[in-house]
């Protein structure tokens, strides 16, 4: 490695770098559809004071102010694809909240944005306990490290026993819940909470709709026992119950993934909302140096680095342009700034850097570590890829799904071969679906691999409508895809009638089947052949 001359203010930058680090909270909300993702990000929001009244920044189709349905697929369907950051300060911290996508079909994005953020906020919905997108999530966030708070959300509605949600929590996740505040009064009379830091009682009082700021009022234990009577006592001796199990709060069990903070709130009457942000910044990790592809660690106090973990082009149908969204991980980000793009290790102008949250975008003239930042023109830059400057950093490679449908694409009119192979590399590079060829189908017709047949609407729709190639898609009768390599191909192709081989663009090779029970006989007849589950398969 050459030796790399360093801006000469770099020791100054540095320590900006660590100072605004350290302010920063970035932190997804994910849940199962329909726990209240939407409505908790308005309600924080409009606790932070950024937007007058909820319903402004974010929502679904139908509600007010419905800012993320760009995509005509995205209103008809009435769910929300893409996702973005969106930056509030709180207390003394910044906070940054990044939107995944609700649907389970574009799981693969919602883990995307997992590789970005250093916390997250779980919601469970109080009458359903853990659903299966909740379950699959909680892996995710065991197998990336990633801290998790847990929210048990719509108190206000008949639900479960409060006790019954924690021992779900810990028997079905192996997480310890060790619960911060607990309700008082049962789900679908939620009057408060008992604050377990201090003892004290944090009454709400509800607005009307949810959509001012619910006002909360702190009582010590003596008033709140002769307010609520037996509502305040049941709270008071489950609370016992947690202790004598020892479920309290320890700040190095939470950031070691063995415990999960919970609170109870409803988000649509903005209570407990308060008392989630406070957490976020008393508890949540600020960022911290992040590992690259060679083991070693980039450094907050490093030159700036980054990666693309979200490419979303056609939000601006007008403009038809391509954002990329980058996590800072080290140093300081200035627009305007010259870094190098590490795959192909060419300049890359960050001339555009925007905020961008649904359909609000904000020019970004500084970004520290944690920071989203979205670069616009980003034509060469595809999910994954790191950016620096000065010193060079790689960081790994953001790990894949298994596919689990597979379709053959073929352009309807084949005067638009141009843009139809433009169309699929993008989509490819975007990660909005995995792109396999074979030799055998050749590139007029690649198989399009997705996890959820939802994606599948999206990049056809974006063929047409995007690239002006419109495409078919036949299905293929495979569910199931395994890595393997040269020499073992030939083997599986022999053994399994009905398996194929394709081959991805970052050159991996996956052999793909219909059915587990073929693959099992085959990997009991031949065990000499490679074929490995890819590494996200496992959750
Ligand atoms: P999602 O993004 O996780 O999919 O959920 P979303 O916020 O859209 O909420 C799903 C439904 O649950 C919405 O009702 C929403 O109002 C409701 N909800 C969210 N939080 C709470 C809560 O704390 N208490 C109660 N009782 N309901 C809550 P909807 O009928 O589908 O839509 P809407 O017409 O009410 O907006």
Redesign the pocket.
């Known amino acids: 490695m050459s030796v790399v001359e360093e801006r000469p203010d770099a020791g100054r930058a540095a320590k900006v770098a660590v100072g605004e680090a350290g302010r920063r909270r970035t932190f997804a909300v994910i ?11 308005e309600a924080l929001a409009l606790h932070a004071r950024v937007i007058g009244s909820a319903g402004a920044v974010h ?2 189709a ?2 007010r102010g419905t800012v993320s349905d760009w995509m005509d697929i995205e209103k008809a369907r009435g769910i ?1 694809i893409t996702s973005a950051a969106l930056q509030f300060e709180y207390r003394d911290a910044v906070i940054n909240l990044l939107d995944t996508p ?1 649907h389970a079909d574009f799981s693969e994005d919602t883990y995307r944005v997992l590789t970005a953020v250093d916390a997250a906020v779980m ?1 469970v919905d109080a009458a359903k306990g853990l659903e299966a997108q909740t379950m699959k999530l909680f892996a995710v966030c065991r197998h990336r490290g990633i801290p998790v708070l847990t929210v048990i ?5 008949p639900g479960k026993d409060a006790l019954e949600l924690m021992d779900e929590i810990s028997e079905r996740t192996g997480l310890t819940p060790t619960p911060l505040t607990w309700p008082v009064g049962i789900a679908g009379d939620f009057r408060g909470v008992l604050d377990r830091a201090d003892g004290t009682y944090r009454r709400f009082t509800r607005t009307a709709g949810g959509a001012t700021i619910a006002p909360e009022e702190t009582l010590p234990a003596a008033a709140a026992l002769a307010r609520e009577g037996d509502a305040w006592q049941q709270a008071v001796e489950e609370v016992e119950l947690l202790e004598a199990s020892g479920q309290d709060h320890d700040q190095s069990l939470f950031l070691d993934g063995v415990t999960t903070p919970v609170l109870f ?5 903005n ?1 407990g909302v308060g008392a989630l942000l406070d957490t976020l910044v008393d508890l949540a990790p600020a960022p911290t140096g992040m590992a690259t592809a060679d083991g070693a660690v980039r450094e907050l106090t490093d030159p700036f680095s980054a990666f693309v973990f979200k490419v979303q082009a056609g939000m601006d149908t007008a403009h038809r342009d391509r954002l990329a969204f980058i996590r800072i991980c080290s140093g300081v980000f200035e627009r305007g700034m010259v870094v190098t793009h590490a795959r192909t290790g060419r300049p890359f102008a960050t001339k555009y850097a925007q905020h961008v949250f649904g359909r609000d975008r904000e020019s970004i003239d500084v970004a520290y570590p944690g920071d989203v930042v979205g670069l616009v023109n980003a034509n060469a830059l595809g999910v994954g890829d790191t950016l620096y400057a000065d010193r060079p950093v790689q960081f790994p490679p953001l790990t894949t799904f298994a596919p689990e449908h597979f379709a053959v694409c073929r352009g309807r009119d084949a005067a638009k071969h141009k843009q139809f192979r433009k169309g699929i590399e993008q989509l490819d590079s975007e990660g909005v679906v995995q792109v396999l060829k074979s030799d055998r189908r050749g590139d007029g017709a690649p198989v399009l691999a997705v996890v959820g047949p939802m994606q599948f609407e999206v990049a056809q729709h974006r063929m047409e409508h995007e690239f002006g190639a419109p495409v078919d898609l036949d299905r293929l009768p495979y569910s199931l895809a395994l890595r393997t390599d040269e020499a073992s191909a030939p083997g599986i192709l022999a053994a399994a009638r009905n398996a194929e081989i394709l081959r991805r663009a970052d050159g991996e090779l996956l052999a793909v089947f219909p059915d587990k029970w073929g693959l099992r006989v085959l990997q009991q007849n031949k065990p000499e052949l490679l074929l490995e589950p890819l590494v996200a398969a496992q959750l």
Do not use: E
């Open positions: 849940s199962h559809p329909d726990a209240g993702k939407s409505t908790l990000t929502g679904k139908g509600r929300s609700g919601l959300n719509k108190w206000d509605r709130a409803s988000a649509v009457s209570f």
